[in-house]
């Protein structure tokens, strides 16, 4: 949900005796109210529609409600698809008549929203979808499309605003190039508001929505992808910063579905791990692979889920009391860089960077170990650091240098 804090008009719905529907309120023309608490869609605050058919869409003028032009004038969320709001301070400035809300429906002539394409301008994931004619619907910028024209199609779905949650988790798995948005307009007269979207016996697409302004209201600018929650990602759909891949939870790891932190590689929980599938820290093995020769899931579960390791080993304390090195958190496995300070080999090397105001520049794993330990190296709290890298339970200098590309003489020199 969307969270303002600002003026907003909107319209709102009574009983006959001017009360809220749930018998809560009791409300009067002029006043302000205000309640207590955190915002809560149909639990706490009060209700009302920036749209005038959207209140009618809940509460219809011929039931005997009563409907009045309101004022929001506190925080405010808004649905997933801004059929309705909540807000904590509320006036009731004037009560409408059903001639004045018949006018008002006819003046909201159109409603603007936004609809997920994919690259070849046809509907993700419906390309089994075929109309009449057995041919895909193409959209193009400056066309109308009726549901009349379209045998099987029962409404073209769209959404109020650019922000992720309103679009199919397709876009998850996506990369920019492979999606478009199309900004769409409608007639409320042709509109059916639903659950989960709002559909529309007839649209116009009116342009194709830069990805720049995509990421912008999304707030995932200073990423090299989509629906990162953080800052200088190479990839999508990570929680964290830095990272050179997909779905991760953590910072600064290359490749894709980790939890945790530096890692190299995919589906790890914990840090600095190469492979696949380890568990703690400095583990190299391939954990898939050893369970697919082995077939035996208790081995599975005993050995290598259950029990955190290091260096291949499994360590008997917890992986938060192991005490780490700090220039271990010093990797730098990306660097955001903004458009205006981008060359040309980054400009050859991340084709997106027009979508995205920039790139994440993506550093070699060992290369970038190999800037943090000299950093260490160099400074005058090498000795604790050394002290606390030797100490490390199971380490070992074959496997550290297998991760780092750093040699024993390197630590020991």
Request: hydrophobic share 30%; glycine share 8%; with cysteine.
């Amino acid at each position: 949900m969307d969270t303002t804090a600002t003026v907003v008009k909107g319209y709102k719905a009574f009983t006959r005796n001017l009360e809220s529907y749930s018998g809560r309120f009791k409300y009067e023309i002029g006043k302000e109210y205000f309640c207590d608490g955190p915002l809560t869609m149909c639990s706490n605050g009060f209700h009302f529609c920036e749209w005038i058919g959207d209140c009618l869409h809940y509460y219809s003028k011929n039931t005997g409600s009563r409907m009045c032009e309101v004022e929001a004038l506190g925080n405010i969320e808004r649905d997933f698809d801004y059929s309705k709001s909540v807000t904590d301070r509320i006036r009731i400035v004037r009560e409408l008549s059903k001639d004045e809300i018949d006018k008002l429906v006819k003046t909201e002539k159109k409603i603007v929203g936004y609809k997920l394409l994919d690259k070849d301008w046809k509907i993700p994931r419906c390309k089994s979808w075929r109309f009449t004619e057995n041919k895909y619907i193409v959209f193009s910028v400056g066309e109308t499309y009726a549901t009349k024209d379209y045998g099987r199609c029962i409404g073209f779905e769209f959404n109020r605003d650019l922000r992720y949650n309103n679009y199919d988790t397709w876009l998850l798995d996506a990369w920019i190039d492979e999606l478009r948005i199309v900004e769409v307009e409608s007639a409320y007269k042709d509109l059916h508001i639903e659950p989960a979207c709002v559909r529309s016996e007839k649209i116009t697409i009116t342009r194709e929505v830069p990805w720049l302004e995509v990421l912008k209201q999304n707030n995932w600018i200073g990423n090299y992808g989509v629906m990162n929650e953080g800052f200088g990602n190479s990839g999508y759909g990570n929680v964290g910063n830095g990272n050179a891949g997909n779905k991760n939870k953590g910072d600064g790891n290359v490749g894709s579905h980790n939890i945790g932190s530096w890692n190299f590689g995919d589906w790890h929980i914990g840090s600095w791990n190469i492979g696949c599938w380890n568990k703690g820290y400095f583990n190299t093995q391939d954990i898939q692979k050893i369970f697919d020769e082995s077939k035996n899931l208790k081995l599975f579960y005993e050995e290598y889920f259950d029990v955190p390791r290091m260096f291949n080993k499994k360590i008997d304390i917890p992986l938060k009391r192991v005490k780490l090195p700090k220039f271990f958190s010093n990797l730098k496995i990306t660097e955001w860089v903004d458009e205006k300070d981008m060359t040309d080999e980054d400009r050859e090397k991340y084709p997106r960077w027009k979508d995205c105001g920039g790139c994440a520049r993506v550093f070699d794993y060992k290369e970038a170990w190999r800037t943090a330990f000299t950093q260490a190296r160099d400074s005058e709290k090498w000795e604790s650091e050394k002290k606390l890298l030797l100490a490390l339970p199971n380490f070992d200098f074959g496997i550290f240098e297998q991760i780092t590309g750093i040699r024993e003489n390197d630590i020991i020199g």
